[in-house]
């Protein structure tokens, strides 16, 4: 069983930058890779970024690539999102995700992880 919780949402002008921490407890540490998703108003969940656990490795949507930054701190279990030139289309409820076996890789879909944390919200005003 893994436990994550998310944290760090908020409100920002267009422009502006926020950092979503993600703390997975439990099994996180033999975990394949965790994974950012967002809710946006009127779409579907959409996946943003992937960081394989052991590799490092990192993969991003092409909506956020280059403005967008996931990083992870092993030591302390925590997974990072880093948003810069943030754009109201950002605006949504994202999600942290925890992959616990299998391979990772761009464009991973909800079902392809396994545990979730709550959502917190990420507002971009024009």
């Known amino acids: 069983q893994v436990q994550v919780v998310v944290s760090g949402g908020g409100s920002v002008p267009s422009g502006g930058s926020l950092r979503l921490s993600c703390a997975a407890s439990?099994?996180?540490?033999?975990?394949?890779?965790m994974g950012w998703f967002r809710h946006g108003p009127g779409k579907g969940r959409e996946w943003v970024a992937v960081?394989?656990?052991?590799?490092?490795?990192?993969y991003y949507a092409d909506s956020v690539t280059g403005r967008f930054t996931i990083y992870q701190d092993n030591a302390k279990n925590m997974v990072y999102l880093q948003m810069n030139s943030l754009k109201p289309e950002d605006t949504a409820m994202y999600y942290c995700?925890?992959?616990?076996?299998?391979?990772?890789?761009?464009?991973?879909?909800?079902?392809?992880?396994?545990?979730w944390g709550q959502g917190t919200q990420v507002t971009v005003s024009s």
């Open positions: 995700a925890d992959r616990s076996s299998g391979s990772c890789y761009s464009a991973l879909r909800p079902r392809d992880f396994d545990y």
């Open positions: 960081i394989t656990t052991f590799t490092v490795s990192t």
């Open positions: 439990g099994n996180a540490r033999s975990s394949s890779c």
